[in-house]
């Protein structure tokens, strides 16, 4: 059986074309990002983690005592689980409509 010699120059030049790939692959994925482009004016002022509508808030600061109730609607990400439908009607949650396909509940 005869073997092939291969020579360092082909070696070298596949080695730093393959480097070079990788280094440029890595570098256009770190450039790019993805933003809303209908964000509402007064939303940008929000916090990221804020998930409460601004009448709500508003809502819940007017409240003189803390013991008046909302009526709000509650939406997830997921099907509701036991223990959170355990956890808010424990709670004195009072769950008036749930809109399964939604994942939503009006409480």
Known sequence: ??????SPAVACLTSLALLLALVSGILLDDLTHAASRNTPKNEKSRS??????????????????????LEVILQLDYKVSAPLYA???????????QFAHFNSFSI
Do not use: H
């Open 1 to 6: 059986m005869k073997r092939t010699k291969r």
């Open 48 to 69: 990221r983690g804020d998930k409460v509508a601004s009448d709500l808030r508003q809502q819940m600061r007017a409240s003189k005592s803390g013991q008046d109730t």
């Open 87 to 97: 956890f808010l009607t424990g709670n004195g949650v009072k769950i008036k409509k």
